[in-house]
């Protein structure tokens, strides 16, 4: 079996997986997946797009330090963009918001957006909302992905400063996230 097509099974498994992935996972939520997936990694090779597709693979199974050794060595938008992701979750959102400036326009944003579209316009934060709440609501008003607002709603949530259900849709945002990235890695592999 291909390396495309056990990287696809794993996200198979992984969109699948509920509960969601917490905003700030304290570590992997399934070390035997956390195993295997960690052996495609000698199957990746030095190719930075199957780098990149076994990085997003353990980031989305909550492994942030091993997800981290292999984006951090991907010199391109989308190494940028899963180590910024992994900056966030792991709470240091300044350094996330600075992979986020490297990463620029990334394709995977526009496809993120049109994506997370009706989940954010279901989203109404009412008059005197925690911020975490109101970021959701210019997240949604705004025309285009913004990584930079979604950090800040993610951090707010995280910091006491949004509602319950804030959290929930800020986790399923980072789940669609993930699964739209990946998706965009997989096709390059």
């Known amino acids: 079996m291909s390396l495309r097509a056990k990287a696809e099974e794993w996200m198979r498994q992984l ?4 509960p969601l992935l917490p905003l700030a996972p304290e570590g992997p939520a399934d070390r035997t997946a956390d195993e295997a997936i ?11 797009d199957a780098q990149a597709v076994v990085s997003g693979l353990l980031l989305w199974n909550g492994n942030l330090d091993r997800s981290h050794t292999i984006s951090q060595g991907i ?3 989308t190494g940028s ?3 910024g992701i992994m900056h ?3 709470g240091d959102y300044w350094n996330s918001k600075y992979w986020f400036r490297r990463v620029g326009r990334h394709p995977a944003m526009s496809r993120l957006h049109d994506a997370a ?5 279901s989203f109404r934060p009412g008059a005197g909302a925690p911020e975490a709440d109101r970021l959701i609501g210019k997240l ?3 025309g285009e ?8 709603a993610v951090e707010a949530q995280v910091l006491g400063r949004g509602s319950d259900g804030a959290r929930a849709l800020l986790e399923e945002l980072q789940h669609l996230e993930m699964a739209v990235l990946l998706k965009y890695c997989l096709e390059r592999v």
């Open 140 to 142: 949604a008003a705004a």
């Open 88 to 90: 966030r979750m792991e």
């Open 75 to 77: 010199e391109n938008p």
């Open 38 to 48: 960690g052996k495609l990694q000698a199957e990746a090779g030095d190719d930075p």
């Open 117 to 121: 579209r009706d989940l954010l316009a």
């Open 145 to 152: 992905w913004e990584p930079f607002l979604f950090v800040d």
């Open 81 to 83: 963009y899963w180590h």
């Open 15 to 18: 969109e699948a997986r509920r």
